[in-house]
């Protein structure tokens, strides 16, 4: 059974970066598929910011202007997140899932809700 | 990048009824469409992909149907459960993009 964790600060100071890790059990990142990001900011609705593949290929949101940097952690089955410069438009929860080659995801983490505040 | 917009934003209906809810996207494709459901406080659940084909242990009272841009997800006798916000995400070109989600609320 394939199950994704997110961990990663609660609260980040406005213009620094924010920091998440995935952890994935039950399946081997290295066996394939796409590992990305979805955030849902309070009240609203879903917005991609990108994936990475197993050998690190990577496709982003570009409305996210280039803050954004994926990596892929094989031996310890693990994908992060970085968002650079963020603001309070960054407060979200923040989900990590499997994506098939094909694109849907059947995978979601349960979520961390990220809270950008000084 | 290609905008999915989900009318109608809110449907008030009863059980029982049969509902059709719908995403319009800006440019056309074929079946490359997902549909999600979210309940509150949790993660979205996949419903359908490949805009018509039933994700695993999905009832089948949910359908998918469309293609080009117009795609519609019709849930034939709503239950109880079935109230929940649902979002269609296209996976055609990237960026991946999600519509803004119909919920769906007890009458």
């Known amino acids: 059974q394939v199950q994704l964790q997110e961990s990663g600060p609660g609260l980040v100071q406005p213009s620094e970066t924010l920091s998440l890790t995935c952890t994935v059990s039950g399946y081997s990142i290295s066996s394939g598929d796409y590992w990305g990001w979805i955030r849902q900011p309070p009240g609203k609705g879903l917005e991609w910011i990108g994936n990475?593949?197993?050998?690190?290929?990577?496709y982003d949101n570009p409305s996210l202007k280039s803050r954004v940097t994926i990596s892929v952690d094989t031996s310890n089955n693990q994908f992060s997140l970085k968002l650079g410069s963020v603001t309070a438009a960054d407060t979200a929860v923040y989900y990590c899932?499997?994506?098939?080659?094909?694109?849907?995801?059947?995978?979601w983490g349960q979520g961390t809700l990220v809270t950008v505040s000084s | 990048e290609i905008v999915l917009t989900q009318s109608p934003a809110t449907l008030s209906v009863s059980p029982g009824e049969r509902v059709t809810l719908s995403c319009r996207a800006s440019q056309s494709f074929s079946s490359n469409l997902a549909w999600y459901q979210q309940k509150p406080g949790q993660a979205p659940r996949l419903l359908i992909n490949r805009a018509s084909t039933r994700a695993t242990g999905i009832p089948a009272r949910f359908s998918g149907s469309g293609s080009g841009t117009e795609f519609t997800l019709t849930i034939s006798s709503l239950q109880s459960e079935d109230f929940a916000v649902y979002y269609c995400q296209q996976y055609n070109d990237w960026p991946y993009t999600f519509g803004q989600g119909t919920k769906l609320e007890i009458k």
């Open positions: 990475i593949y197993h050998d690190g290929n990577t």
């Open positions: 899932a499997r994506f098939t080659s094909s694109g849907w995801s059947e995978y």
